[in-house]
């Protein structure tokens, strides 16, 4: 639209050093925890909306978010697309802060990334890696980077140099020996909750 390119001239993007990048991004990151299951999941709207993937909350009796310095906030989902394994969450929007989106068709084979997510039991994880292909699944485009993550990452960001949402991260693909994992690039997934953004 016209007003962001706009405000695209007025400064250009920052590229930001890991540090100021997990600053930014780990109020907006946060755990998904239910009964059966962790994961990871990010803010989109400060009007109380999230995405992480399906498969961790699916048939939960409860969702809870946990934030690293807001505490545990209950959540539902309310809505989900099995072929893009995601779900939006409502959580209470009490002082919430959304992730920038970015555009996953300006990023290249080679670009670098950062993964953040609750992957390890010590906390918020961040883990530095690259694109190495894009593949497709089911019909689906689904960006491969080259590391191996924890279940837990599933729905955490995945975010270019500038601290923007270039795609969400899932689980290795069942049967892989490869050390590889994928995301599903943000311009298909922001189809999907672009009418909740603000």
């Given amino acids: 639209s016209r007003k962001d390119r706009s405000s695209k001239l007025k400064a250009a993007p920052k ?19 239910t009964e059966k299951s962790t994961g990871s999941g990010f803010v989109i709207s400060d009007r ?14 409860e969702i809870k978010v946990q934030f690293l310095n807001k505490g ?14 995601i779900a939006v969450l409502a959580i209470p929007p009490e002082d919430l802060t959304p992730l920038q989106l970015g555009s996953s068709s300006t990023t290249n084979v080679g ?18 890696t690259t694109i190495i292909r894009v ?20 729905g955490g960001p995945l975010l270019n ?3 923007k949402v270039i795609a969400i991260n ?4 069942d049967g892989q020996q490869e050390k590889i994992s994928f995301a599903i690039p943000i311009d298909e997934a922001k189809r999907f909750f672009s009418h909740l953004l603000d």
Avoid: C, W
């Fill in 170 to 173: 899932i689980r290795r693909a």
């Fill in 48 to 61: 109380g909306y999230a995405v992480t993937s399906l498969h961790v909350v699916d048939g939960a009796e």
């Fill in 15 to 33: 590229v930001l050093e890991l540090p100021d990048m997990i600053r930014q991004a780990s109020p907006s990151v946060f755990k998904v925890l």
């Fill in 111 to 128: 670009d670098a990334m950062v993964a953040i997510g609750y992957g390890e039991e010590v906390g918020l994880s961040v883990v530095p």
């Fill in 72 to 85: 545990t906030l209950k959540a539902r989902m309310i809505l989900s697309d099995s072929k893009l394994d």
């Fill in 161 to 163: 140099s500038f601290g």
């Fill in 135 to 154: 593949e497709e699944y089911q019909g689906t485009p689904l960006l491969r980077i080259d590391t191996e993550l924890g279940e837990g990452n599933s």
